[in-house]
C-alpha cells in the first residue's frame, strides 16, 4: 500500500524568501512521485515528477524537489517566493511495481505568501 | 494541443437527482481518471478507465459510475444525489496505462457540484 503525508497543511512565507513544503512517502515499490499546484477554482497543474533517475528534480517556475530514499521524503523547494505562487500544493505519490495503476494525494499544502 | 476538458464547470441539482459530467481528455490519451475534491477528504480517486474498460475503481458507492468511448472521452454518472456529493469532480488523462507507468497525469479545471 501506499501513502503520502504532507507534514504541513499551511505555510507562510514572505515574498522573496525561500518555499519549503514537506513531504513524506511510503510505497511497497519504487515509487514515481509528483507535485501538483492548484490554484483556486482551477485543476492540478504538474510541478515536477521523480521516476529513478536523478534524486534533484527542476520543476517549473523555479521549484526543484530532492528524493531521499533513506528519509523517505520528497520536499518541494524554492529558493525566492513569489506572490502568484500563492496555491495549494499536492504531494502524489503512484507505484510503479503495483498492478494497479492510481495515484495517492496528499492532504495538500496551502501555501500564503505576504508582501 | 488542447488540455483536458470538462463539462459544465458549474452544476447544480438537487438532492435524489441524477448527473452526467463529461471530460475529453488531451488528444492521443487514453488512459481518464477521476477524482473528488471536498475540503474534509481532499482528493479521492474514483475510477480509471482505459481502452473502454473500468480498470481500477476507489472506495465509493454504487450510486458513482462511469464509462469511456471509444474516442476515449469519458462521463461520469451519480445517481439519486446526496447533499454529501458536493464537490469538485476532477478528470485527468495520461497517454498510456503502462503497468510501471511514470507518467504524470493532466487534469482539467473540473466540474464544480452543488447540491441543495
Known amino acids: 500500500a501506499q501513502s503520502v503525508t504532507q507534514l504541513d497543511s499551511h505555510v507562510s512565507v514572505s515574498e522573496g524568501t525561500p518555499v519549503l513544503l514537506r513531504c513524506n512517502y511510503s510505497?511497497?515499490?519504487?515509487?514515481?512521485l509528483f507535485w501538483y499546484v492548484q490554484h483556486p477554482n482551477k485543476g492540478l497543474q504538474l510541478l515536477l515528477k521523480?521516476?529513478?533517475?536523478?534524486?534533484l528534480v527542476k520543476g517549473i517556475n523555479g521549484f526543484e524537489a530532492e528524493f531521499k530514499k533513506s528519509e523517505t521524503s520528497f520536499h518541494l523547494t524554492k529558493p525566492s517566493a513569489h506572490m502568484s505562487d500563492a496555491a495549494e500544493y499536492f504531494c502524489?505519490?503512484?507505484?510503479?511495481?503495483?498492478?494497479?495503476?492510481?495515484?495517492?494525494f496528499g492532504k495538500g499544502t496551502l501555501l500564503t505568501v505576504n508582501p | 494541443k488542447a488540455g483536458v476538458t470538462q463539462t459544465p464547470r458549474y452544476l447544480i441539482k438537487t438532492r435524489g437527482q441524477q448527473v452526467t459530467l463529461s471530460c475529453s481528455p488531451i488528444?492521443?490519451?487514453?488512459?481518464v481518471s477521476w477524482y473528488q475534491q471536498t475540503p474534509g477528504q481532499g482528493l479521492q480517486f474514483l475510477f480509471e478507465?482505459?481502452?473502454?474498460?473500468?480498470?481500477n475503481k476507489g472506495n465509493f458507492p454504487g450510486r458513482f459510475s462511469g464509462r469511456q468511448f471509444s474516442n476515449s472521452r469519458s462521463e461520469m454518472n451519480v445517481s439519486t444525489l446526496e447533499l454529501g456529493d458536493s464537490a469538485l469532480y476532477l478528470c485527468?488523462?495520461?497517454?498510456?496505462?503502462?503497468?510501471?507507468?511514470?507518467?504524470?497525469?493532466?487534469f482539467g479545471d473540473g466540474t464544480r457540484l452543488s447540491i441543495l
Open positions: 510505497s511497497s515499490y519504487s515509487p514515481s
Open positions: 478507465y482505459f481502452s473502454e474498460t473500468q480498470r
Open positions: 488528444s492521443g490519451h487514453r488512459s
Open positions: 502524489v505519490v503512484s507505484d510503479s511495481g503495483g498492478s494497479n495503476y492510481k495515484l495517492t
Open positions: 485527468a488523462s495520461s497517454r498510456d496505462r503502462e503497468v510501471y507507468s511514470n507518467q504524470p497525469q493532466h
Open positions: 521523480y521516476t529513478s533517475a536523478a534524486t
